[in-house]
């Protein structure tokens, strides 16, 4: 069950995201601005990104169900796999106040009474969950056992007895399961960022860094801050720890950058800095990674302040031997508000790109496989293999206490 970087590669193709780095079918215009660096040949250079064509509509239809939206990251999911062309025909959710702001978005879904309607109804070909992270593993094993295909939001499992369980659940019955890694899958400029990487833009890729701040309370948006928190936020054999809950995200975009497909811990440690209310909790965390094909740095925090205007300045940066790049995912701090903002640096020039005019593959693709019976959306051993890294991560994480 392996995505190779050619079926890969040929997925963006078709979706209008793989041209010639400097095709003029890929950029709006010529360069805004162009400035002398030093008297050098060096230039810095303004671009504007945009779709080849415009998104095809669907070429498949599959019905899917929700089982569990404990995280507002269902509707992120739920979103992708309707770009694609699934319908959306059932969903259970164990919490009242959720399936009540469910039903708002959905008026016309049904509400299974049960998990096991949904799993037991031959109409639904693909569940999707955000249930209680701890959950999630459980349920995916239930469903592929009757005959589903899975999609999990991150992270997929937080135990290695967990991990082993799905490993050999997709084994034993050639169920298509993946983790939704949204800052990946659904981030315009993580997107094309890899396109780039794919094309040499900036040589071998040495190291990624992830900076990865979230806040608590954030007041608009669906990444599952409203106020107050569920119980099971503060509790990491709930929510898995910091480096398993969100850092999931960041591992697996080391490993898809660098091209990793082995790859160790070189150390991980995590504190409560500023929770005492909830001892247990966790809300700071870095880990040091080291790759077959390269190296990794990630740092974890729930210390977002409300000046930033969004839940977290999340950053991205991809050192090669050519070049670099930078995204800053959600924000442009102190510049703008917008996303999707790619920075590319190589020999000749710097480059600023907004991504935001970029389709999204992930989607589309999943449903292609789930019709198809295929396996390119998401390169299964590099999904469960930063799953697995970052488990090992949390389980042998230094606890650190900070003097006041």
Request: charged letters at 20%.
């Amino acid at each position: 069950m392996t995505t190779s970087f050619t079926q890969r590669r040929e997925f963006l193709k078709q979706a209008g995201l793989l041209g010639s780095l400097g095709s003029a079918a890929m950029m709006a215009g010529l360069p805004e601005s162009t400035l002398a660096l030093g008297g050098g040949a060096a230039s810095i250079v303004e671009d504007a990104v945009v779709p080849v064509q415009d998104e095809e509509p669907p070429r498949y239809h599959i019905k899917f169900a929700v089982c569990g939206m404990s995280h507002d990251h269902i509707y992120g999911m739920i979103g992708a796999i309707q770009r694609g062309g699934g319908e959306l025909v059932a969903a259970w959710g164990g919490e009242e106040d959720k399936l009540a702001q469910f039903r708002k978005r959905f008026p016309g879904v049904k509400i299974s009474a049960t998990q096991d309607e949904i799993l037991d109804d031959p109409s639904i070909q693909l569940v999707l969950t955000s249930q209680i992270a701890s959950e999630r593993a459980p349920l995916a094993v239930r469903a592929m056992k009757r005959g589903k295909d899975f999609l999990s939001d991150k992270p997929g499992m937080t135990t290695l007895e967990q991990l082993a369980e799905v490993r050999k659940t997709i084994a034993e019955t050639g169920r298509i399961y993946a983790i939704l890694y949204s800052e990946l899958l659904e981030v315009k400029a993580a997107v094309y960022a890899g396109v780039l990487v794919r094309q040499g833009a900036i040589g071998k890729v040495i190291q990624t860094i992830n900076i990865a701040p979230h806040q608590i309370i954030q007041g608009v948006g669906d990444s599952g801050g409203a106020m107050p928190r569920p119980d099971w936020f503060w509790n990491p054999d709930q929510y898995g720890g910091i480096l398993c809950d969100i850092g999931s995200h960041q591992v697996d975009q080391f490993l898809f950058y660098t091209g990793s497909t082995e790859a160790g811990v070189v150390e991980s440690q995590i504190a409560n800095v500023r929770h005492p209310q909830h001892p247990r909790f966790q809300d700071f965390g870095d880990m040091v990674l080291r790759g077959n094909r390269g190296f990794g740095y990630v740092r974890l925090d729930w210390f977002t302040p409300d000046g930033v205007g969004t839940w977290g300045d999340g950053r991205l940066f991809i050192l090669g031997t050519g070049g670099y790049m930078e995204v800053r995912k959600y924000t442009n701090i102190a510049v703008s508000h917008q996303g999707n903002n790619l920075f590319v640096v190589d020999g000749k020039q710097a480059r600023f790109i907004d991504c935001n005019a970029m389709p999204l593959p992930f989607g589309p693709q999943f449903v292609a496989d789930i019709a198809n019976r295929t396996h390119t959306a998401q390169n299964l051993e590099e999904a469960l293999l930063a799953a697995e890294l970052v488990l090992k991560a949390q389980k042998n994480a230094k606890l650190v206490t900070l003097q006041s």
